[in-house]
Nanobody
Framework: QVQVVESGGGLVQAGGSLRLSCAAS????????MGWYRQAPGKQRELVAR???????DYADSVKGRFTNSRDSAKNRVYLQMNSLKPEDTAVYYC???????????????WGQGTQVTVSS
């Protein structure tokens, strides 16, 4: 009943920018947090940025000062503005949302399908 869909990935030169977008939809009672994870080839999935319902923001050390995560709670959307991109940012980026659906007693994690970000030298 709940879907999470992200978009906005692509191929850019080092130093360029991309803006990712994620929307949660369906039978949603509330969302506790929304954020972004990424997985590079041969590596574990890692946290990139996350904004809670209270407005607190967590960033990976590797992206601080370059990436900005923002949440539009009224529209159940989150955006990731990525500036000064580096080749090491190349990965599949996944949107994550902790959602309480109507009929559920607890929050559950939902994941988007992933969007590829490739940064060339």
């Amino acid at each position: 009943q709940v879907q999470v869909v992200e978009s906005g990935g692509g191929l850019v030169q080092a130093g360029g920018s991309l803006r990712l977008s994620c929307a949660a939809s369906g039978s949603i009672m509330g969302i506790k947090t929304m954020g972004w994870y990424r997985q590079a080839p041969g590596k574990q999935r890692e946290l990139v940025a996350r904004v809670s319902s209270g407005g607190g923001t967590d960033y990976a050390d590797s992206v601080k000062g370059r990436f900005t995560n923002s949440r539009d709670s009224a529209k159940n959307r989150v955006y990731l503005q990525m500036n000064s991109l580096k080749p090491e940012d190349t990965a599949v980026y996944y949107c994550n949302a902790a959602v309480r659906s109507w009929g559920s007693l607890e929050y559950r994690d939902y994941w988007g399908q992933g969007t590829q970000v490739t940064v060339s030298s």
